[in-house]
C-alpha cells in the first residue's frame, strides 16, 4: 500500500469533506487510502499528495472529482426501506396536498438515491395510493455519482434490492429478466434521474422546492458543520408548507436548525420552523410538532 501521511490525509480529507459533504474521522484513513489507491494507480502515481494537487489545480479536476465521487458513493440500499415515511408520503401528504392545491403538481426530490431503490420505492407507493390516476406527480432523484445514477436509469435490480418489499409489490411493478428484475416502465418513467451534490447550495436550490424532499442515509457520513450547512440550504429553498425526511439513524437535533420535528401518519419528518401546513386541521393526517431545539 502507498504511504498515506497525516499532512496527505488531513489535506485530502478536508477538501473531500468541502467538496463533497463526506468526513473521514481519523480512524478511517485506512478506508480513505482504500479507496483512492486504484484512482491513483490510474494515474500512475505513487503520492496521495499529488492526488491531493490533481482535484485542486488539474485543468481536468471536474472529471477526477466525478471518478472520486463513484469511488466514494456506499452503494448500500434497496426496495421499502425505512417504508413509513415513503407510505405516509403517498397516502397523507399527497392527499393534502391535491386538497388544498388541486392545480399544483406533488413534488418529490430524492436526494442522495443512490442506484433508485427509494424514488422508485416512493412511486410505486403513489400507484399503490391511486394518486398517478388522479394528479399530476413530479418525482426528480439526484445523487452525486454518475455510476449510481447510470445503474438507476437501467432500472434492473438483483436479488438483495427486494430484501424488504413486498412480494405483491414485487410481483405487481417488476418483471424477471436476464440479470435480474426490471421495473415497471410506467413506474421507471416517472421519475427523472440527475447529478447534484447537496453540499452546493445552488445545486440544493434547484431541486429543493419541492413539497417533500427525502434526504435519507447520506448525512451520517457528513460532519455536523456539513449537516448544519445542508440544512440551511435546505430550508432556504424548500417552500413553507413542505416536509423533509431524513434516515431513521439521522437527526437535526445535534446542530442548529430551522427546522420542527413532526408526525405525520405515524413518520417522522421535519417541517420549517413557524410553518402553519394544516396537516392535521385538515383531517387527513394527526399531527405532533416537536419542537427539534427542545429536543437538544
Known amino acids: 500500500m502507498l504511504g498515506f501521511t497525516e499532512p496527505a490525509f488531513v489535506l485530502l480529507r478536508d477538501l473531500i469533506a468541502q467538496r463533497t459533504g463526506v468526513h473521514f474521522a481519523p480512524d478511517k484513513r485506512d478506508i480513505l487510502a482504500d479507496k483512492l489507491a486504484d484512482l491513483l494507480a490510474a494515474q500512475g502515481m505513487t503520492s496521495y499528495l499529488d492526488y491531493y494537487y490533481l482535484l485542486r489545480y488539474d485543468a481536468d479536476a471536474e472529471r477526477h472529482w466525478r471518478e472520486l465521487a463513484d469511488r466514494l458513493a456506499v452503494p448500500e440500499t434497496y426496495f421499502w426501506r425505512q417504508p413509513d415515511q415513503i407510505v405516509a408520503t403517498a397516502s397523507v401528504l399527497a392527499a393534502h396536498h391535491i386538497e388544498r392545491r388541486p392545480s399544483a403538481p406533488f413534488r418529490i426530490w430524492s436526494a442522495a438515491c443512490c442506484s433508485g431503490e427509494e424514488p422508485l420505492s416512493i412511486a410505486i407507493a403513489l400507484a399503490e395510493a391511486g394518486v398517478l390516476d388522479r394528479h399530476p406527480v413530479e418525482l426528480v432523484a439526484s445523487d452525486a455519482s454518475e455510476a449510481m445514477l447510470a445503474r438507476a436509469r437501467l432500472g434492473v435490480y438483483g436479488e438483495r434490492s427486494f430484501r424488504t418489499l413486498p412480494a405483491a ?12 428484475w426490471r421495473i415497471d416502465p410506467a413506474i421507471h418513467g416517472l421519475v427523472r434521474f440527475t447529478r447534484a451534490n447537496l453540499v452546493d447550495a445552488r445545486e440544493v436550490v434547484r431541486l429543493a422546492s419541492a413539497d417533500v424532499v427525502f434526504c435519507r442515509n447520506v448525512l451520517i457520513y457528513f460532519s455536523d458543520d456539513t449537516i448544519a450547512q445542508v440544512a440551511r440550504s435546505l430550508a432556504a429553498a424548500m417552500p413553507e408548507h413542505a416536509h423533509l425526511c431524513l434516515g431513521a439513524s439521522e437527526s437535526l437535533t445535534r446542530v442548529s436548525s430551522a427546522f420542527d420535528l413532526v408526525e ?8 420549517k420552523q413557524g410553518a402553519t401546513n394544516g396537516v392535521g386541521s385538515a383531517g387527513a393526517a394527526s399531527m405532533t410538532v416537536r419542537s427539534a431545539r427542545e429536543s437538544r
Open 264 to 271: 405525520v401518519g405515524g413518520a417522522f419528518m421535519y417541517t
Open 169 to 180: 409489490l414485487r410481483e405487481r411493478y417488476f418483471r424477471a429478466e436476464s440479470g435480474g
